[in-house]
Nanobody, 121 residues
């Protein structure tokens, strides 16, 4: 009923760039915030960046100055521009949305399927 579809992952060399996209669709009343998380092998999932309805953003310290999150509310889409990629950025990246499906409904987290980002020389 609610889907988050991600795209844009791939294999790049250190210093190169990627742009991830995530489009939310289905029975959505309101999206409060969207964000990107990542999980590397043997590590816990961590917040990379998020953005709320006012446009306020948060970034993990490890990506500040290199990554930029943006949101197109009309398309229910969030983007993550990743520049100056490092091997340490290698992970599965997951899109997240905090949304309600009806007026007065509860707000829940929804997740995309994940997209692999590999940074290697």
């Amino acid at each position: 009923q609610v889907q988050l579809v991600e795209s844009g992952g791939g294999l790049v060399q250190p210093g190169e760039s990627l742009r991830l996209s995530c489009a939310a669709s289905g029975s959505i009343f309101r999206i409060n915030a969207m964000g990107w998380y990542r999980q590397a092998p043997g590590k816990q999932r961590e917040l990379v960046a998020d953005i709320d309805n006012s446009g306020s953003t948060n970034y993990a310290d490890s990506v500040k100055g290199r990554f930029t999150i943006s949101r197109d509310n009309a398309k229910n889409t969030v983007y993550l521009q990743m520049d100056s990629l490092k091997p340490g950025d290698t992970a599965v990246y997951y899109c997240n949305a905090q949304l309600s499906r009806r007026f007065g409904g509860n707000v829940y987290n929804y997740w995309g399927q994940g997209t692999q980002v590999t940074v290697s020389s």
